[in-house]
């Protein structure tokens, strides 16, 4: 069974050949950007405060993207810890083109901190 099967994507994306690097298939840069987003998204369920990306674990790519694939970020909250929120940020890309395969693409887990003017920790709760 899929382990995101129960989950529902925090972001979906059909990748664009505007994100293509000179072999044709999607930039990495592009994927760890739709990370930070989906995680945020995740993240912001848990804290009203400025939060922002403090670290990203371990990002290994599994698996090319490709012009057309339908991209989906799904998240989980690992820890909300007192200053810091640990998301896992899940993505799998089902191919544009037959058969249509799904297909885990990477994973991380991204720590977010809650911020005050000027940049300085604080709790997550309000």
């Not at 909300?80 to 940020?89: A, E, K, L």
């Amino acid at each position: 069974m899929n382990p995101t099967s129960e989950l529902q994507p925090a972001i979906r994306v059909v990748m664009m050949p505007r994100d293509t690097n000179p072999l044709g298939t999607i930039f990495g840069g592009i994927i760890l950007s739709y990370i930070d987003q989906a995680g945020t998204v995740e993240a912001r369920r848990h804290s009203e405060r400025k939060l922002v990306t403090v670290a990203m674990h371990e990002v290994k790519f599994i698996a090319p993207v490709f012009v057309g694939d339908l991209v989906s970020f799904y998240t989980e909250t690992l820890r909300v810890g007192t200053t810091s929120i640990t998301v896992r940020v899940t993505v799998d890309a089902r191919r544009g083109n037959p058969p249509h395969e799904t297909v885990r693409v990477t994973q991380a887990e991204v720590v977010y901190v809650a911020i005050e003017a000027p940049g300085q920790p604080v709790p997550v709760a309000s």
